[in-house]
């Protein structure tokens, strides 16, 4: 019974810039059911709906290192190098980071080069 209750929602994590939201069920850097797993980073979590194995689940997103804005994983909001960032606070501190993450960055800044007719494939 009390597997039951690890799986309702602590509340809805949403991203503060692109809004996505989703319900999350675990803040922390060890999540429930997870053997020997530590997060890098204190991570908003959900239980992965794609499985019914209770071991898997998702990481939503984290609050920005700099500015503190609650941001989800997605690489149009934020990456992480040590600590999670915020693509604005990226941009203003760009010299602070390594060459590797500046042509990273550009890459995402980079429009695609794919005609409409090409179906995007997400990998």
């Known amino acids: 019974m009390a597997s039951h209750v690890e799986c309702r929602p602590l509340g809805v994590f949403e991203c503060e810039l692109c809004t996505l939201t989703a319900p ?3 803040v922390g850097q060890k999540p429930p059911n997870t053997q020997s797993m530590v997060l890098l980073e204190e991570s908003y979590v959900m239980k992965d709906p794609f499985t019914s194995d209770k071991d898997r689940f998702l990481v939503l997103g984290s609050c920005c290192s700099l500015c503190s804005r609650l941001v989800c994983v997605g690489p149009e909001c934020s990456l992480f190098y040590s600590k999670r960032f915020c693509l604005p606070c990226v941009r203003e501190n760009i010299n602070a980071f390594p060459q590797e993450i500046r042509q990273d960055l ?18």
């Open 24 to 26: 999350y069920s675990y």
């Open 106 to 123: 550009e890459k995402r800044k980079a429009p695609s080069k794919r005609t409409p007719s090409q179906p995007g494939s997400r990998t």
